[in-house]
């Protein structure tokens, strides 16, 4: 398995471009951008500016054209998808805006599915589990089906799973747009505070101005975007 | 955790996959079914006579002589002379005979003159002598004993009295009023056209047809069924013999003997031979109905594949959950694949059961209405095979949607459209 290197950034991105098509404008252009070692990222930009794109790429689903992508040190360009597939298992967690977890799974075995995916032997995860259930207050419904918890409920078992195999990153795409403010901040409060303990670093999308002072630092995604309105116009 | 996703997936589209186990299971079983009942069928086509060594009959063709002496379908071309039946009884190699003589019938029966041997050495099956439900086989002229079904659909019970027909068919024929028949004996079911049979005695076949001529009743003087015991009621000719040999070995001998003899044009066949040819004959039907049930099998696998496929849409959220826990594409090919296994391994096992519940039932009804003797047991020696088979091409059918599945995961990333 590929080795985290701690000393190296979490991320490095340089010269990147990502489109569908070689010939099609490049839905993504990312000149530099470095990502320190357990720094919490704010990324917000409008929707369609090429969030996911980016998403994908930092999780390994999609490889861009162009550029070096290096997550500790590991290039996920050189990398197989077989093995790539591998590496988002071990060492990331993402959590979405909503629909996180498998719905027909209780709550327990949307974690141990999350550990099954990771290098995780059963016994430690069932351990991790349980541990992460009493922490984030699940206790109650840990054998209840995810799809009859409520928004806020199932946010905190997305948590949860995100940090079952101590991940070195932790992306999360929109987590909070469907809480309400309170449950938004208690949410963030939820994420960091455990995700402290592992040491993760964190990489949060939203469109949501607002959140940018949790974090250590701010990243506009329409800086990166070669995506401008003008040129979209022309080709329209 | 691949096998309990794949399961608790199933589970979560349960209505949908109720309905297409069922569609499945249901073809399943027509599958099972009809493949059972050509087997049982064909099996005791091959019981219908046993233990005879030659049936023996006016010269004709093979199919015919055994579909009228065995079958009771159809009709004899010509007559063999008792003269003959003498002589080939007193043959060294012959152990008995079964004279066979037909032509009058009974409310759509055929009727069927012989003599006490038939009663001793007809066998069906596997070698099984016929057993008497009621009564005793017939001694006096107008004694008849009755085939089980002759007997159950007629509703006769020992001692009715019968009217035989003369010809065959259930109306307008001229009848042997004169001479009623009463029912001595009943014969249990055999799953054979014996049950289909009212049996007199040969002597009986002469006796009420002592006053006809050429198909009528002489108008002249009648012959009451008193004055016809006076008569010598030995007859002059006969339908078919069935012949049993002392050994087996010396049967293509006599055969050819048989058919070679110089006095009169006689055919001797092999029974086991001539049921196979006809069998064969059937095989355009048989074969019809498997096309016809593996067609529906298709069917249903293309329905469990369609509702996979159209169930793909509302799963795509699942798959960028699984994908965004580090699920390879392979992963959620295998997920899609291993649905497909337990709803087809179930609908076998559903299917089989099906069958064998509804055969338990239907046992009693088969043997009743078409004398069809079929076990409650469908499972064949190569039924796994077939399994194994109806698995393939369901795993083939569902690669559909597991390819879909397979290039969702790669093309369409963490992004989770509604």
């Known amino acids: ?127 991790k589990a349980h541990e992460l259930i009493v922490a984030l207050g699940l206790i109650n419904f840990s054998h209840k089906k995810a799809q009859h918890l409520s928004v806020g409920q199932q946010q905190r078992v997305a948590v949860a799973r995100a940090l079952i195999n101590s991940p070195k990153i932790i992306i999360a795409d929109e987590p909070t747009s469907a809480l309400d403010s309170d449950n938004r901040d208690v949410f963030i409060e939820l994420l960091f505070k455990n995700a402290e303990v592992c040491g993760s670093t964190i990489i949060f999308v939203s469109h949501d101005k607002s959140l940018s002072h949790f974090f250590t630092r701010s990243v506009d995604i329409t800086s990166f975007s070669m995506r401008n309105r003008s040129k979209e116009s022309a080709i329209c | 955790m691949l096998i309990k996703l794949a399961r608790l997936s199933v589970w979560n589209r349960r209505a949908t996959a109720v309905l297409t186990l069922l569609a499945l299971s249901i073809s399943i079983a027509l599958v099972l079914g009809i493949d059972h009942l ?9 019981k219908t006579l046993s233990g005879t060594d030659l049936i023996v009959g006016a010269r004709s063709g093979s199919i015919n002589l055994l579909l009228y002496s065995v079958f009771r379908i159809g009709n004899a071309t010509n007559n063999i002379t008792w003269q003959t039946y003498q002589e080939l009884a007193r043959h060294s190699a012959v152990d008995w005979i079964i004279p ?46 009755l085939g089980a079904e002759v007997a159950q659909k007629l509703g006769y019970k020992l001692g009715d009295k019968i009217i035989v027909a003369h010809g065959s068919g259930e109306v307008t024929l001229s009848k042997h009023t004169d001479k009623p028949f009463t029912v001595v004996g009943i014969l249990q079911p055999t799953g054979t056209p014996v049950d289909r049979t009212v049996h007199i005695s040969l002597a009986a076949i002469e006796a009420i047809h002592l006053d006809w001529q050429g198909g009528v ?82 069917a249903a696998l293309m329905g469990m594949t369609t509702s996979l496929l159209s169930a793909m849409n509302e799963r795509q959220r699942e798959i960028a959950i699984l994908r965004s826990l580090g699920a390879s594409a392979g992963y959620l090919f295998l997920l899609v694949e291993i649905e497909v296994l337990i709803i087809t391994v179930l609908a076998l096992l559903l299917g089989a059961g099906i069958l064998s519940i509804g055969l338990v039932f239907g046992q009693h009804y088969l043997a009743q209405q078409f004398g069809l003797f079929v076990s409650a047991n469908p499972i064949q020696a190569y039924t796994p095979l077939a399994a194994g088979g109806v698995i393939f091409l369901s795993l083939l059918l569902g690669f559909f949607p597991s390819f879909i599945a397979y290039r969702r995961a790669l093309n369409e990333g963490l992004s989770q459209r509604l």
């Open chain 1, 1 to 127: 398995m590929e080795q985290i290197k701690n000393n190296l950034p979490a991320i490095f991105l340089r010269d990147v471009k990502f489109s569908w098509n070689k010939s099609d404008m490049p839905l993504l252009a990312i000149n530099d951008l470095h990502v320190v070692n357990g720094e919490h990222i704010f990324l917000y930009g409008p929707s369609g500016s090429g969030k996911s794109t980016l998403l994908n790429i930092l999780s390994g689903i999609n490889v861009p054209q162009y550029g070096t992508v290096e997550i500790f040190g590991q290039s996920l360009t050189t990398l197989s998808p077989r093995k790539r597939d591998q590496f988002r298992a071990q060492h990331m967690g993402i959590i979405f805006q909503q629909f996180n977890l498998i719905p027909y799974l209780s709550v327990l075995d949307n974690l141990l599915l999350r550990a099954h995916f990771s290098a995780l032997s059963k016994q430690d995860a069932k351990q």
């Open chain 2, 100 to 145: 066979i003589s037909l032509g009058d019938s009974h409310r759509g029966y055929r009727v069927l003159g012989t003599n006490e041997v038939y009663f001793a050495h007809y066998q069906f099956g596997q070698h099984q002598p016929l057993v008497f439900a009621e009564g005793k086989q017939f001694e006096g002229v107008y004694d008849a004993v």
């Open chain 2, 38 to 46: 050509r087997n049982q069928a064909k099996e005791s086509f091959g």
């Open chain 2, 217 to 298: 009743q002489t108008s002249g003087h009648k012959i009451s069924a008193e004055e016809a015991l006076t008569f010598d009621l030995t007859p002059t000719a006969i339908t078919a013999m069935l012949v049993g040999l002392k050994s087996r070995t010396q049967t293509f001998s006599v055969q050819r003997q048989i058919n070679e003899y110089s006095e009169e044009p006689l055919l001797a066949i092999l029974p086991g031979v001539a049921l196979t040819e006809l069998w064969s004959m059937l095989a355009m039907v048989e074969n019809l109905l498997a096309v016809i049930s593996l067609f529906v099998l298709i």
